[in-house]
C-alpha cells in the first residue's frame, strides 16, 4: 500500500541547483524511511541519502555529502532533496523509495520506488 512518487528534476550547468520532491501514500505512523538512490550510465543503484520519520538527522553518501540536503515535511509525507553545487557526475535517473523501519544503504531492502526522475548537469 506504500507508494511514493518523485519530481522536480531538469538541466542545470555545473554548478547549479535543483530541488527534487518525493511524495509518500499509505503510512500508517511515522516509523518509515525514505531514501533517494540514483543510478548512472547504466550502473547499479547507489545510495545518496536517507531520512527516518522520527528522526530529525540525515545520513549522505560522502559523494553528496556537504552539497545535497533533505528536508521533511511530514503534514505534506514529502522528503526534499535539495542538490547545490552539481557536478556533471551527478547526471543520473534519481529514485525516491521507502520502508517500513529504519533506514539501510541497500537498495534491496526498499520495497516501494518511484518511476525515477532525470537529472542532468552539462559542463
Do not use: I
Amino acid at each position: 500500500q506504500v507508494q511514493v512518487m518523485e519530481s522536480g528534476g531538469g538541466s542545470v550547468q555545473a554548478g547549479g541547483s535543483l530541488r527534487l520532491s518525493c511524495v509518500g501514500s499509505g503510512f500508517s505512523d511515522s516509523k518509515y524511511c525514505m531514501s533517494w538512490f540514483r543510478q548512472v550510465r547504466g550502473n547499479d543503484r547507489e545510495w545518496v541519502g536517507g531520512k527516518f520519520g522520527e528522526f530529525s538527522s540525515s545520513d549522505y553518501a560522502d559523494s553528496v555529502k556537504g552539497r545535497f540536503t533533505m528536508a521533511q515535511d511530514n503534514a505534506k509525507n514529502t522528503l526534499y532533496l535539495q542538490m547545490n553545487s552539481l557536478k556533471p557526475e551527478d547526471t543520473g535517473m534519481y529514485y525516491c523509495a521507502a520502508r517500513r523501519g529504519l533506514c539501510t544503504m541497500d537498495s534491496t531492502d526498499f520495497p516501494a520506488w518511484g518511476q525515477g526522475t532525470q537529472v542532468t548537469v552539462s559542463p
